[in-house]
């Protein structure tokens, strides 16, 4: 078995060498059978059935406490809560909005914040936004995000524990039940998932798990500005749904709008839509375009939308422009949006208009930006170490 470091996750307490604090809350089942297998000398199979158990109670009934799990003998209990901790990352401020939208900014270390959103009625029941990065580096002009200067990427763990720290404000254990009220996740909050594909794919394999949190793959959405060269490795290992934040038809003004462009144009980014693993009339590509007053809202660029996404399964989410403090740009009035919708629909593409939920909480999509100072990942270290 391959060795497991953990001692630099930031996910994972360690103090001063001792590894006895570490946190189980996120990790994976090949994390936790290394981790019972290092700890308590156990084979293999052993180690397999205790870190299932473990799996059960923490994902799937939200245990925090050791002595819950009753189907584990006692005095392995007590040797589990020497050893580790089942944690919480801390909710440091929680806003609900007047539409039900609750945000949350969640504290995962020293100068090491992120926000996620839980919007009810969406989905099934109810879908939650999760970040993948501290802050973001891909600079898109309308989104309030790509003002915050990249920390760092976040851990699996990270990611997972945004999901369990909502479940437990929602009070939704055990998982699966009939009365759920979060039935989809979607991928869309701070961050470019795709720069950290490795993370948001162990993410998705604890969150979709049959035995734990238990959603449906084909319920997870994971949504990129255009990272061309990973969008096929997305596919092939995650199974997920894909979301493209596409918002212009011509390169001249996605190179403005959104700079990653400059790097993956137009072309090539449909091309990789095309050959996505999985994508067909039951799995349809989302396209996500925000409506922008007189910059990409004319009945022209609504036609030029439908040429380009021809023979891709395809459906578009417009997006009305959620304002915040210094934008550039203003949101296209109602009669507008509704009309370049109108053009969509009759080319015989899906084309809802995306009702904006949080916005009074900054919670809505574009808005996400911690009110907190950050830093890098570097100099949060270098204030530690002096």
């Known amino acids: 078995m391959a060795e497991l470091d953990l001692t630099n996750r930031?996910?994972?307490?360690?103090?001063?060498?001792?590894?006895?604090?570490?946190?189980?809350?996120?990790?994976?089942?090949?994390?936790?059978?290394?981790?019972?297998?290092?700890?308590?000398?156990?084979?293999?199979?052993?180690?397999?059935?205790?870190?299932?158990?473990?799996?059960?109670?923490?994902?799937?009934?939200?245990?925090?406490?050791?002595?819950?799990?009753?189907?584990?003998?006692?005095?392995?209990?007590?040797?589990?809560?020497?050893?580790?901790?089942?944690?919480?990352?801390?909710?440091?401020?929680?806003l609900v909005s007047t539409d039900g939208t609750r945000k949350y900014l969640i504290r995962l270390g020293p100068g090491i914040e992120v926000e996620c959103v839980y919007i009810p009625d969406v989905g099934r029941v109810g879908a939650l936004c999760v970040s993948s990065q501290v802050g973001c580096t891909l600079n898109c002009t309308f989104c309030h995000t790509g003002t915050q200067k990249l920390v760092r990427n976040l851990t699996s763990a990270e990611i997972v524990n945004q999901v369990i720290a909502v479940k437990d404000d929602l009070e939704e254990w055990p998982s699966g039940g009939e009365d759920r009220l979060l039935s989809n996740i979607v991928f869309m909050g701070m961050g470019e998932p795709l720069y950290n594909l490795d993370n948001v794919a162990a993410a998705i394999d604890v969150i979709s798990d049959g035995d734990g949190i238990s959603l449906s793959r084909r319920r997870i959405t994971v949504s990129t500005s255009g990272v061309v060269p990973q969008m096929h490795d997305l596919g092939e290992e995650t199974s997920a749904m894909l979301a493209i934040s596409l918002h212009a038809t011509n390169n001249d003004l996605r190179d403005e709008l959104v700079p990653i462009n400059r790097k993956y144009p137009i072309a090539?980014?449909?091309?990789?839509?095309?050959?996505?693993?999985?994508?067909?009339?039951?799995?349809?590509?989302?396209?996500?375009?925000?409506?922008?007053?007189?910059?990409?809202?004319?009945?022209?660029?609504?036609?030029?939308?439908?040429?380009?996404?021809?023979?891709?399964?395809?459906?578009?989410?417009?997006?009305?422009?959620?304002?915040?403090?210094?934008?550039?740009?203003?949101?296209?009035?109602?009669?507008?949006?509704?009309?370049?919708?109108?053009?969509?629909?009759?080319?015989?593409?899906?084309?809802?208009?995306?009702?904006p939920r949080g916005r009074d909480i900054f919670a809505a999509c574009g808005q996400l930006k911690s009110e907190s100072v950050k830093k890098r990942a570097s100099d949060v270290r270098r204030e530690a170490a002096g």
Request: charged share 30%; aromatic share 10%; with cysteine.
């Open 10 to 94: 930031p996910d994972v307490q360690v103090n001063d060498g001792d590894l006895s604090t570490r946190n189980l809350s996120g990790l994976t089942k090949t994390e936790l059978r290394a981790l019972f297998a290092d700890t308590f000398g156990l084979d293999a199979k052993k180690a397999k059935m205790r870190a299932n158990q473990i799996w059960r109670w923490i994902y799937q009934h939200g245990a925090t406490d050791f002595e819950a799990m009753t189907d584990i003998a006692k005095d392995m209990r007590a040797g589990l809560a020497e050893k580790f901790v089942i944690a919480r990352p801390e909710v440091t401020e929680r």
């Open 268 to 355: 090539e980014l449909l091309d990789a839509c095309r050959n996505y693993p999985g994508a067909s009339n039951a799995r349809r590509i989302t396209f996500e375009y925000v409506m922008l007053k007189d910059i990409n809202d004319s009945d022209a660029e609504a036609r030029e939308l439908v040429r380009l996404l021809k023979g891709i399964p395809a459906k578009i989410n417009l997006i009305p422009f959620n304002p915040w403090p210094g934008a550039p740009y203003e949101c296209s009035s109602w009669e507008r949006i509704e009309a370049f919708a109108e053009i969509v629909n009759r080319a015989g593409y899906a084309s809802p208009i995306r009702t």
